[in-house]
């Protein structure tokens, strides 16, 4: 009889040993959060003046912004000066949509363009931003492309979103408002971004980003500083611990 308790209790305790185990197993799986770490493809420091001669310009009215390498609160950055103007800087560089593309950047807002009536993103009226980021993707056609136009706005809510009033292609993003004194980061999952705006996959990829200050609808002034902007892929690592990781860059 007394081997007969033994065995039983044997069982039980392999039993608990085993239940115990796999609960432990279980949080750790559902628990542990997790990690992005960051493919690098480019990224600009801005710490010379060198650092633009890779960006192409883009006038879109009879003047252009002025863009020039400076040093803001001890960061490299670029200076960002609309007076009546609207040129955008452009970086070519293809991303695969199916990669989970990124983009990051941080970003500072000075001053503002002057508006006579209330902001919008749905009229062309007063179209001014002081700070915007563009994602371009591949067309056969310019005019075809697709687009996402990230904006710092004076007085709209963060999140808002829209078509751009000169076309559907474009969906605008509100992802800072109203002044501040501090830096500003941003990274965008590209991808994600496209479905949340246009309803749909993505099946172009990534061409063109772009980043530009204008004040030309207002024919006012608007001035911002961009910094460490930086585009690649995104690389979610399920369960693992963030502590010590370090980005990747692809030359």
Known sequence: MKWAVRILSIVFVSVAVIITAYRIYDFLRVKLPAVEKREL??????????????????????????????????????????????????YRQPLSIDRAPFVSWDWK?????????????????????????????????????????????????????????????VKLMVLESGGSDEWKHEQRDIREDFRHLFGKE???DVAVVSFMTDSDSTGTVASAYYGDITIGYLKTIPGARSGGEKDSESK
């Open 41 to 90: 493809v480019r990224h600009f420091s801005f710490s010379s003046p060198g650092d633009l001669d890779e960006w192409e310009e883009r006038v879109l009215t009879r003047n252009r912004t002025g863009y020039g390498v400076t040093v803001l609160d001890g960061k490299d950055c670029v200076k960002a000066v609309s007076e009546d103007s609207a040129s955008a800087l452009f």
């Open 202 to 204: 993505p099946e172009k």
């Open 109 to 169: 807002a000075e001053k503002f363009p002057s508006l006579k009536r209330e902001e919008t993103l749905e009229e062309k009226e007063e179209f001014d931003f002081v700070a915007q980021m563009y994602v371009i993707f591949d067309s056969r056609f310019f005019l075809n492309a697709k687009a996402i136009q990230y904006v710092w706005t004076r007085d709209l809510p963060v999140g808002t979103v829209t078509s751009s009033p000169y076309t559907e292609n």
